[in-house]
């Protein structure tokens, strides 16, 4: 950015849109960012000094201020503190002074009350801390130029990683605005080991509904990672129900990629590549399926092939079940106790019967419901 801009101009203003910001600047590319730039621009100096305990700080007084920033940080996450900071001169300017915290990925350190020992959302608008935090999103990854890069890719930390190099910014702020501009609805989680997750943010489609568990379960790369079982990362299919805190969580499926992050956590983004579950999340989920594989599961589903998809029993081994069907054509279906009674078979099972009468899963799941009376 070679322009100087002279500082009468912005002595007083603020701006509380970034976007206006920009377009005053003339700055029309990320390449052209140049937040130290900008923050001279608003009358608010910065220093690079070794700090210990956080990132960055500012003092103002009389419509200008000086931002202190750690320069043992990397670039993009000073960056990011630079303009959290500005953000705090927009929105709280009165002789301000304030210190930012951040964990190791450049994720805010503040929390909701010590009494609510829950999982935890990040970034909330209505408090200082993640206000300057959405106004530094905003500066740094502008939502009219973020959103067609993010159109259409896969919700992974490989397209986080490409992102974050291309807007020069952490992969924890590049990973929070690719929850809520990408095309995929996504959730993302910091996990502790042997301690609930230290926060989750959901991205936009995400019903409020739907809660990660405290801590990742066993058949997740989470828990893998977390307990040095494996350090395999990369985008894997697994079962909802290790993430998610729903009763009928066991017959969805996610993606997972996560991958260790400082001070032996792990970082996990979680995606749904259909809505089959966020759309059931609209049903209570003890009437959409109040019960998992098993003996009764099975008795059920039979029951169910029988009187409602024209199957018909036939004659079979001892410990299996024989369904033969001519609609809409015939169709041979063996049924063995062991494979009914886990969530694979069973899941098996239904894809197959959906398969053959040409209907989304769901709806044959859906038909072995008890209606509520």
């Not at 169709?331 to 894809?351: C, K, N, Y």
Request: charge should be neutral.
């Amino acid at each position: 950015m070679t322009q100087r801009w002279p500082f009468a101009h912005s002595a007083e203003r603020r701006w509380h849109d970034p976007a206006a910001l920009l377009r005053h600047l003339g700055i029309t590319c990320p390449e052209d960012i140049d937040v130290e730039a900008i923050a001279r621009y608003c009358n608010a100096r910065v220093s690079y000094q070794s700090l210990n305990g956080c990132a960055g700080r500012i003092v103002g007084h009389r419509g200008r201020a000086v931002i202190v920033v750690d320069r043992n940080t990397h670039p993009f996450r000073r960056r990011f503190t630079i303009a959290h900071e500005l953000g705090h001169w927009m929105f709280d300017r009165a002789d301000v002074a304030h210190v930012y915290t951040e964990d190791a990925w450049g994720q805010p350190s503040e929390q909701p009350p010590a009494a609510d020992n829950g999982p935890h959302e990040v970034w909330y608008e209505d408090r200082p801390e993640q206000r300057a935090n959405r106004w530094a999103a905003e500066l740094l990854m502008p939502e009219g130029w973020f959103a067609p890069d993010a159109a259409g890719r896969e919700i992974s930390f490989d397209t986080v990683r490409d992102l974050a190099q291309h807007y020069r910014t952490s992969l924890t702020a590049t990973a929070l605005r690719l929850l809520e501009l990408g095309s995929t609805p996504a959730m993302l989680i910091r996990s502790c080991r042997d301690q609930p997750n230290r926060w989750f943010r959901r991205g936009a489609g995400v019903p409020r509904s739907l809660w990660p568990h405290p801590e990742p379960w066993p058949g997740t790369v989470a828990f893998d990672l977390l307990h040095g079982h494996s350090l395999h990362t990369g985008l894997t299919a697994v079962a909802a129900d290790g993430w998610i805190d729903r009763r009928d969580a066991w017959w969805f499926r996610v993606n997972e990629d996560s991958l260790p992050v400082g001070g032996g956590d792990v970082l996990t983004l979680i995606s749904w590549p259909d809505d089959a579950q966020l759309r059931a999340t609209f049903t209570l989920a003890g009437t959409w399926l109040p019960w998992k594989p098993g003996k009764n599961a099975r008795a059920r589903l039979l029951k169910c092939l029988c009187d409602k998809w024209s199957y018909r029993r036939r004659r079979g081994q001892p410990g299996e079940t024989v369904l033969e069907t001519d609609q809409p054509t015939p169709q041979h279906l063996t049924v063995s106790s062991a494979e009914a009674l886990d969530v694979e078979g069973f899941r098996r099972l239904v894809d197959e019967v959906a398969t053959h009468k040409g209907v989304p899963p769901g709806i044959v799941l859906r038909s072995m419901l008890r209606r509520p009376k």
